[in-house]
């Protein structure tokens, strides 16, 4: 299950260092709209590998600008305390399943 938290729940996750998923998304973006079922989907498949949330853009437009982003749907992979990776786009689901299988 994705659960949608705030960035300062996003940086107490990372700062703990877990391993975080998070897809960084906005309500008005018709492809964050399309991903974010996939995303459910698989973080379901990785469960236990990863904690899965999101976080809305919109709300946390300073932690967007600090990790760069300034395209969604934007997908992070963090991993003892840092950017492992990301994704910027919609990924069909063979896509992201493979991404993180690559990367979890």
Known sequence: MVKEISGRELDELVSAGKTVVCDFWAPWCGPCR???PVVEALSEEFSGR???VKVNVDEDG????SLGIFSIPALFVFADGNVKTHSVGY?????LRAFLSENL
């Open 50 to 52: 990863a904690d899965f």
């Open 62 to 65: 300073d932690l967007a600008a």
């Open 34 to 36: 399309m991903f974010g």
């Open 91 to 95: 990924l069909p689901e063979d896509e």
